[in-house]
């Protein structure tokens, strides 16, 4: 399946999260506070067609991605 920039925009209005936003992310070391830096973000490494739905930049400092966009990966911030 080729990736088009119709069914990219269709599934960019279909994320939870924008830019900016702060979630909480499940990593090796538990739930970490972070922020939204970019949507659909794409790696060299990363299998032919895969897209993650988010990066997000950790309070911490480090950046990852959220592989999904589901409430077992990435969530909004408990209070």
Not at 1 to 17: D, G, I, P
Not at 35 to 63: N, T
Request: proline share 5%; net charge negative.
């Amino acid at each position: 399946c080729l990736a088009t920039q119709e069914l990219s925009e269709k599934k960019r209005k279909m994320l939870r999260f924008a830019v900016g936003d702060e979630v909480e992310c499940r990593s090796a070391k538990g739930w970490c506070k972070g922020k939204i830096v970019a949507l659909m973000y794409r790696e060299d490494f990363m299998s032919p067609g895969m897209v993650a739905p988010y990066q997000i930049k950790l309070d911490e400092g480090d950046l990852i991605y959220a592989p999904e966009d589901i409430d077992e990966l990435i969530r909004r911030p408990s209070s």
